[in-house]
């Protein structure tokens, strides 16, 4: 059983930076294809970001793709997502996912996924 717990979420003003972390706990880290996914007020939950086991493949939504950027770090079981130039539309909730994989398989989907986080809020203001 594999516990997830997201960190760093808050309000930041539209263009501005922000860091979330996933901390993961309970299994092998490395044996997991890590993902954050949002899901906004009145929407359905969305894909952000993938990155496989070994961090070899990494995969973005096409409206996040060059502002943010997913990382793990398997000696600490953390997978950070770096946003930049943040928008009013990135405002949701955050959620972390882990799946089993250790091929470079690279899940977009959310029923894929097996683990999640709580979810932490972000929230851009313009």
């Known amino acids: 059983q594999v516990q997830l717990v997201e960190s760093g979420g808050g309000t930041v003003q539209a263009g501005g930076p922000l860091r979330l972390s996933c901390a993961a706990s309970?299994?092998?880290?490395?044996?997991?294809?890590m993902g954050w996914f949002r899901q906004a007020p009145g929407k359905e939950r969305e894909f952000v970001a993938v990155?496989?086991?070994?961090?070899?493949?990494?995969a973005y939504a096409d409206s996040v793709r060059g502002r943010f950027t997913i990382s793990r770090d398997n000696a600490k079981n953390t997978v950070d997502l770096q946003m930049n130039s943040l928008k009013p539309e990135d405002t949701a909730v955050y959620y972390c996912?882990?799946?089993?994989?250790?091929?470079?398989?690279?899940?977009?989907?959310?029923?894929?996924?097996?683990?999640w986080g709580q979810g932490t809020q972000v929230t851009v203001s313009s």
């Open positions: 309970g299994g092998t880290f490395s044996n997991y294809a």
């Open positions: 990155i496989t086991w070994d961090s070899g493949r990494t």
């Open positions: 996912a882990a799946v089993f994989s250790a091929a470079q398989r690279l899940f977009v989907r959310a029923p894929e996924f097996r683990y």
